[in-house]
Every structure is written in C-alpha cells, then in structure tokens.
C-alpha cells in the first residue's frame, strides 16, 4: 500500500516529486499524494497537472500528456480527454490560503479535506515548508530588520499552521523545511528556531496556547525532531533527541545537488515510536556543467532594439572596443577574443516554450532527467537583455573561466559598471557587490531563488558564446526537477516556482531514509498485535 502524503505551502511540488518518485520492485509508487494545497494560481496549475501525470504508473502516462508539453493540445483539452484522471488531480490538488488573512480557508475546512484524502489512514505524511522569505538573512538584511514582528509580517506565523495539522491530525512523520536564516531569526520573545524546535515537540500546547482549547480532545503525543545529516550527539531527560542547531541545515552540495542550496529540513517522527532514522550519505560534488550539457544552446534576446540575429552578433562584437579592452587585464581580454573567434549562431535562436531537439541528454543521472517520449525541451526560452547588459555578461563569463570566480564590481572595468545609484557603495563596502553573478562551469550553481523571476544578473550561464542568462528549464535542472515537469504560467510565474521549490532529487533521497522508517513503524505495529490462543480460534 503506497503511504498517503499530506503536502500544504506545497508550490509547484518539488518535495512531492521527490516522494512520489521512489517506486517498489513493480514500478508502483511507494507515496501517493492524498492532497496538496497551494494558493499561489500557477503554482497550483503545475501542481494539477503533475498531479494527474502521477494518474498513471511511472513511465505509462499517455501521448496527449506529451502533446500538451509540445503545444499541440490545451491544458483544457487535455482535461476533457481524460475526465476521471483529470477529475481526481483536480480533488488532490487544493487551491487555497493557509492562515489567519482574509482570503484564507477556515481551519474546519481544511480538517475536512485532509479527513477526507486521509480515508481513515493512520499512518502518514506530512510535507511541508511555511512561506520563508521572512527568515531570509538576505530579506532581512534589506528590510533592515533584526527583529521580526508577527503582526506586521503574518508569514512569521505561517509554521503555526504547520503546527495546528500536527497536533489535530497527528501524523506518523512530518519533514518541515525552510530557509537556513531561520537559525538566527528572532522575534521580542525568543528565537524563532528554539521556539519551533520546541512547538514541534508538543504541537497539542503550542495549538493551545494559540487557539484555545480544541472542540475535541487532542491525542498526538508529540514528535521527536531528527537531523538529516548528524546522528543524535545524545538524548535529554524527556527521551528527545539533542543535536545542534547546525546540523539541521542540509547544504545540497554535499548530497548530490548541482547547487549550493542551504536549507533546513527536520524529520519530526511520533514520539511513541523508538526508532532512530538513516541520515543523508554524503556525495561528491555536482557542476553545473552536467546537468545543462545535453540542453540546445540558445542566444539571449534583445530587450532595447529589434530582436534578430544580426543584431545579437553586433551587440556581443561591440566588446572589441579599444577604449573599454584597454581597461580588463590581459588575460581576460585573451579569453574574450578566444570566445568570440568562436561565437556562432546557436541553431535553436532565444528558444522556445517548447524546442523541438533529439539529442537531449544530461551528463548526470539522465535516468532522473530525461525521458525520450517529449522529444525535445520544454521551458527552454531566454529572456531580452539590454546591450551593456550583454556586455557585462559576456565580460563576466571570460573573467571566470581565468579566474575561477564571478568577478565582484570592483573587477569590472569602469566602462560596464552598472548605472547604479549604489554602485560605488557595492565597490567601497562590498554591499550586493557580486550583482552580476556568473555561475562556475565546473562548480555547483548558486542557489537559485525566486529573484531569478526579476532579472537573470544574479543566474549568468557560464558558456560566454551564449551570452545570457539561464532558461526557465536550466535553472530547473539545477533544482533537479525532471525534463518532463511542466512549469504552467507565463515565464516570471515559471521562475518564481522554480526557485520556490525543494530539489526534488533531494527529496528523493530524503524519501528512501522516511519509507524505511514508515517500515520499521509497520514492524512496531505488527509485533504489538496480540497473538490469538487456539480455543479462541475454535470460539470464533
């Protein structure tokens, strides 16, 4: 029987996938999500529609889920093909707002529907990681807070509803993830991680405290809170498990990751089970480089003039002045005459939503990537950029290959430093001074983040023939979702998922470590089940 998974602040569903992914000896799913909620509209569309990819077996999803992914049929007409499976994507996936705002579901509502996913299931999953740009060091640090305050800010409070599920429905496991900042974030009165650690513990007095006494009575005992990278150092008087608070934070580059993604993620297993759960088995690094190889190579478009391939070669050739080689140190400038020698025309121009290619593939675990049957890429389209951004883009890309790193403003030559009004402080205090930032052919990607919707200066492709930012589908690699993931909406709402979402290759890795965990629970279950004697055998 495949484990039922409860995922809310769900997004596009990269813990999900992860969980979904892992199959038994007859390619059945070992997870199935029950429900997931999610109230951002394009996130919730992506949502539907892997939901109703996961209708099928893995690898037995029909043409038309193709067909949609190439362009040739509607989201819509997709639905009305295949009504039933349609249908029940559409129950298990829930467009809604946790919280205590104005658009908000009522808390009964939202017990009713994991009642009702749940079809009287006692052991399950909880997935889960509460709006987390209020813990962000970077979010604070331009909010220039130090602080934070839940009244002005609700998303301080969204784990509380994380919470109130734990303690109402008491799940068998719960994984809670969120920003690393979370570690140092702090409100009037305590620090927020201690305070969570310790909700998290009891969720039954947390709820309380919150909201009063429950209509009915509470019955979940708690949960001890594992590390997924550090076995337990010791356990306090109470049986819980003691680690620092350090060794909570997963840094994905040490797991398989091509990213340097630095998140907390806490297994929290219910504390009437003895059980000590498997940690992540550290693996060697990822670069970049393995997972775009295999993807068409694209130009960037043109934002300021007419988008066409002679201007696009004008543009880059427009480096070549005198006046601004002569202030980049030799060596970069050998570079960018050896890349320009060797600037051609990408065959597939700024790409597509969907890019028609038979050679796709990925240096790194192409089983995970690539599935044959798309024929082609999807999400694979760059953006416009303006000319001197184009200049310093290529500029930067040269500088690392010499280098080894993404040139700071300081580094850049005073011609292609940006028309800033803070520029001069980035150079002085160092403050945002990596803003154009290159990633490393051979080294794990930077973190991407939803600010890559915003602008592509932070998400640099390292190939300076190419010379633009990364696609949709690109920094989708990096996040380790599959080829096959279709990102719905327009491309601002396509990056924001992306950057959004958990690694799902990650969390595939998170999943192995939960299910034996979930076996070792059904082995607890069984050796508790009383032995029938012989005479009440013949009674019955």
Request: glycine share 6%.
């Amino acid at each position: 029987m495949a484990i039922p998974v409860v995922d809310i602040f769900a997004g596009p569903g990269g813990l999900g996938e992860g969980f979904t992914s892992i199959v038994d000896n007859d390619n059945a799913r070992k997870f199935k999500i029950a429900l997931s909620i999610e109230k951002e509209f394009y996130a919730h569309q992506t949502l539907t529609l892997r939901s109703f990819y996961r209708q099928f077996d893995l690898g037995d999803a029909p043409s038309d889920y193709y067909r949609l992914l190439r362009g040739e049929i509607t989201l819509d007409e997709l639905y009305e093909r295949w009504p039933v499976q349609a249908q029940k994507a559409k129950n298990d996936a829930w467009l809604a707002e946790l919280g205590d705002g104005e658009n908000s579901v009522l808390p009964e509502d939202v017990d009713i529907r994991i009642t009702e996913a749940l079809q009287g299931e006692e052991d399950w999953l909880l997935l889960g990681g509460p709006p987390c740009q209020a813990y962000s060091v970077v979010g604070r640090s331009r909010r220039q807070e130090t602080i934070l305050d839940g009244e002005k800010d609700e998303r301080v409070e969204l784990y509380k509803q994380y919470l109130r599920i734990l303690a109402v429905h008491n799940p068998s496991i719960f994984i809670m993830e969120n920003v690393k900042g979370l570690l140092s974030a702090e409100t009037e009165d305590s620090p927020v991680f201690a305070r969570i650690l310790e909700d998290l513990k009891n969720p039954v007095a947390a709820y309380q405290l919150d909201y009063g006494e429950a209509d009915g009575e509470l019955t979940c005992p708690g949960y001890h809170i594992f590390s997924l990278t550090s076995m337990p150092m010791s356990y306090d008087i109470q049986g819980n498990p003691v680690n620092k608070h350090k060794d909570y934070v997963i840094k994905s580059e040490d797991f398989g990751i091509p990213q340097t993604r630095h998140r907390v993620i806490l297994l929290g297993i219910r504390k009437h089970y003895e059980i000590t759960p498997n940690i992540l088995q550290p693996e060697d690094e990822i670069p970049i480089s393995r997972v775009l190889t295999g993807l068409p190579r694209l130009r960037s478009g043109l934002s300021k003039i007419k988008n066409i391939n002679e201007n696009w070669l004008n543009v880059i050739m427009g480096i070549t002045d005198s006046t601004l080689l002569s202030q980049i140190e030799d060596t970069v400038v050998v570079e960018i005459t050896r890349q320009l020698n060797r600037l051609r025309l990408p065959q597939k121009g700024i790409g597509l939503n969907y890019i028609k290619y038979r050679n796709v593939n990925s240096e790194y675990s192409p089983d995970w990537f690539i599935d044959n049957r798309i024929g082609g890429v999807c999400n694979h389209q760059s953006r416009g950029h303006m000319e001197s951004d184009l200049h310093r883009y290529f500029f930067a890309s040269c500088f690392a290959r010499v280098n080894m790193r993404s040139p700071k403003l300081e580094d850049f030559p005073e011609l292609l430093l940006p028309n800033h009004k803070n520029v001069q402080e980035g150079i002085d205090k160092k403050k945002f001074a990596d803003r154009f930032r290159v990633q490393l052919i051979s080294k794990p990607s930077k973190t991407i983040t939803s600010h890559i919707s915003k602008d592509g200066h932070y998400y640099i492709h390292p190939d300076p023939t190419q010379c633009r930012s990364l696609t949709v589908r690109e920094a989708a690699r990096v996040q380790t979702f599959p080829d096959n993931y279709f990102f719905c909406g327009p491309r601002t709402a396509q990056f924001i998922q992306v950057g959004n979402a958990v690694p799902p290759l990650l969390a595939n890795n998170i999943a192995t470590i939960v299910h034996d965990v979930f076996n070792q629970i059904r082995e607890q279950g069984q050796e508790e089940e009383p032995e029938i004697q012989l005479d009440e055998f013949r009674a019955t």
